[in-house]
């Protein structure tokens, strides 16, 4: 009878994989929103190092990790985890996280998606990569792969963690037994975090592609310009027809963009868009998903 009562009850302390999967997306949501944040108000690192060296980067990074290890020291889980109710454990002895787990944990839940995204995001814009990016990509789409396999063991209760990082850190997300011991002042501050992650959602569907091509939709295109209306001396400047309106010349793997209508040489938008944000035409905000190759048949 008392071996029955303790199966349930560990059964009842595993969590599954759809509260692990939610856990994991609200941690996820939290640097791409935290990002737009602070896109919006212009705050960033931007500084000389030495030399021609220049330091331009975001502050979402650093500020998702202060953010997770605050969660992962007081109650030994990540933001997301919290909010669904989780707790990393020792696979084994069911012990919370150590002074070293807590901080690995924080490490690996900011920094692997930030670089992920980073080199995901140079590789679908054709920047250069070097080498070992390319290496990198690799890895990141066999860890993806090994997760995968990892979670349908998980699904099918042949293994006790959801993701190789966990085996690798022996540990596991159960439900507590107890509530975590916190005084008031924390407890206050984290339920006030917890508030924000509706905020966070919000944010994330506010700027995702769907809402963001319906915000577009709703520009009013400009009319073509016609030729009657304009100078002679204008009109000899404008790009004929098959040419980039940006270099002037034949067009080069053309490429439409969304906004505005207009066709362009790739690289010439992809340069223009990188330095200014805007269709060199209409002026009108543009993103790389506003891009779309022209394939001739």
């Known amino acids: 009878m008392a071996e029955a009562a303790n199966v349930r009850q560990n059964l009842q302390n595993v969590p599954s994989i759809f509260e692990i999967s939610a856990a994991e997306t609200l941690d996820n949501l939290i640097y791409p929103a935290l990002s737009k944040i602070f896109d919006y108000f212009g705050l960033r690192l931007d500084f000389k190092l030495w030399g021609n060296l220049r330091v331009r980067e975001e502050l979402s990074p650093l500020l998702t990790w202060i953010l ?9 889980s990540s933001f997301g985890e919290s909010f669904y109710g989780l707790q990393r454990t020792a696979t ?3 012990e919370l996280l150590t002074r070293p787990q807590q901080f690995t944990s924080a490490t690996l839940l900011t920094f692997l998606p930030y670089i992920e995204r980073k080199l995901r995001s140079r590789s679908a814009q054709h920047e250069d990569t070097y080498a070992w990016e390319s290496y990198l990509i690799n890895l990141f789409h066999a860890y993806n792969a090994s997760k995968a396999v990892h979670t349908f063991a998980y699904l099918i209760k042949q293994a006790s963690s959801h993701s190789p990082l966990f085996r690798a850190m022996r540990l596991t997300l159960r ?3 107890e509530p975590p011991q916190e005084d008031k002042w924390t407890y206050i501050f984290l339920k006030m975090l917890e508030v924000l992650a509706f905020f966070l959602q ?3 569907w506010w700027y995702s592609n769907d809402q963001r091509r319906k915000v577009g939709g709703t520009l009013q295109n400009p009319e073509a310009m016609q030729k009657r209306d304009l100078p002679e001396e ?6 004929q027809i098959g040419k980039c309106p940006i270099c002037l010349l034949p067009l080069q ?3 439409a963009c969304s906004v505005s209508g207009y066709v362009f040489c790739w690289k010439c938008i992809i340069s223009h868009m990188k330095e200014h944000g805007t269709c060199p035409v209409t002026s009108y905000p543009i993103s790389l998903d506003d891009l779309v190759r022209i394939y001739e048949t």
């Open 92 to 94: 084994g002895t069911g």
């Open 68 to 76: 997770q290890y605050l969660y992962l020291r007081n109650r030994a």
């Open 175 to 177: 439900y507590p037994s």
């Open 202 to 204: 919000f944010i994330q």
């Open 253 to 255: 793997t053309p490429t």
């Open 234 to 239: 204008v009109k000899q400047t404008l790009p």
